[in-house]
């Protein structure tokens, strides 16, 4: 049945995802979390909301116009999936806000597979990516992404690997500029101190560290496998699908560098794992298991959003 529903891309699918997150959404943090919001505020959480459910457009556009999967909508149903299944990034607007603008940067990364506008599109990734640094200092590591992204694409055009620099760059003078201006340049050395200290409080907590390993190694072995599978794919493709599981990696480590008792930055990962795990759903020839899997898929992340819920 999830395989019917979800196994094209349709309308119906966007509305099933969009209005159960937009529910879901309400429910935890004014209900579960009880949030008081004034007037301003709610504003402020509408359009942060407005936001996180773009992304689910985002989302599905990256993978259907560069062609990572196939013509279904296994990805967002993932994608939200892993929100249920973190549902604390729902209350931290930094994790939305910068894996909004992450996307747009691995938007533009994936679809150098063109080979066209190369340095446009570098130059725009690192411009988001920047963007992004400004609400987890940890994710400038991304920068990383996109000098790999130009190893794999154009390593002997030595202008490619200037861009990135020249984009870093602009976005630091365009923003120290802003804040001199308001006065406040000491934001860009408080925010940016990219310190090594690991939240041993979060990850002390068995549950934390238990589901983040286990989300971890899940993904990771599904992208392992898919890849075994995935061998006869064209050498664009492949490229794309490694470009894809450095980016998960990446992301957890932000996460790890990030994650708090009230920063949950893990939501930068869920792209890469999301595709990871579509494409090991479609490597799969028996529509029995495919469809067991799937509907585990939908069932698991509200029994482990419900069992936290006792537990806690």
């Known amino acids: 049945m999830i395989s019917n529903i979800f196994g094209k891309t349709k309308p119906i699918n966007y509305i099933i995802l969009l209005g159960f997150l937009f529910t879901f959404y309400w429910i935890l943090v004014l209900l579960v ?111 990383l992404l996109i000098f790999i992204a130009i190893y794999f694409y154009e390593p002997k055009n030595i202008r490619n690997w200037l861009v990135p620099l020249l984009g870093v760059c602009a976005v630091g003078i365009i923003v120290y500029s802003i804040l001199i201006l308001l006065d406040k340049e000491y934001l860009f050395t408080e925010h940016y101190t990219l310190s090594l200290d690991f939240n041993t409080t979060f990850y002390a907590y068995w549950a934390n560290s238990t589901k983040l390993f286990i989300y971890a190694m899940i993904t990771l072995f599904t992208g392992f496998w898919a890849f075994l599978k995935l061998g006869k794919l064209g050498t664009g493709k492949l490229i794309t699908m490694r470009l894809i599981a450095i980016s998960f990696v990446i992301g957890l480590l932000v996460t790890v560098l990030e994650t708090s008792t009230t920063a949950f930055p893990i939501l930068v990962t869920f792209l890469p794992a999301s595709i990871l795990l579509t494409k090991y759903i479609e490597v799969i020839k028996k529509a029995n298991i495919k469809e067991m899997l799937l509907i585990a898929s939908v069932v698991l992340p509200l029994v482990i959003f419900i069992t936290e819920l006792i537990i806690k």
């Open 33 to 143: 979390y009880q949030n008081a919001y004034t007037p301003e505020g709610l504003v402020v959480q509408i359009v942060i909301l407005a936001i996180l459910l773009f992304g689910i457009f985002v989302v599905n556009f990256i993978v259907k116009r560069n062609q990572i999967t196939g013509t279904n909508a296994y990805t967002i149903l993932f994608y939200v999936g892993l929100i249920v299944v973190f549902s604390d990034v729902l209350t931290d607007n930094n994790a939305i806000l910068c894996g909004f603008f992450l996307l747009l940067a691995h938007r533009r990364l994936i679809s150098l597979r063109s080979l066209k506008d190369t340095k446009l599109k570098l130059f725009d990734a690192t411009l988001w990516t920047g963007v992004s640094s400004f609400f987890y200092d940890w994710a400038l590591l991304y920068i």
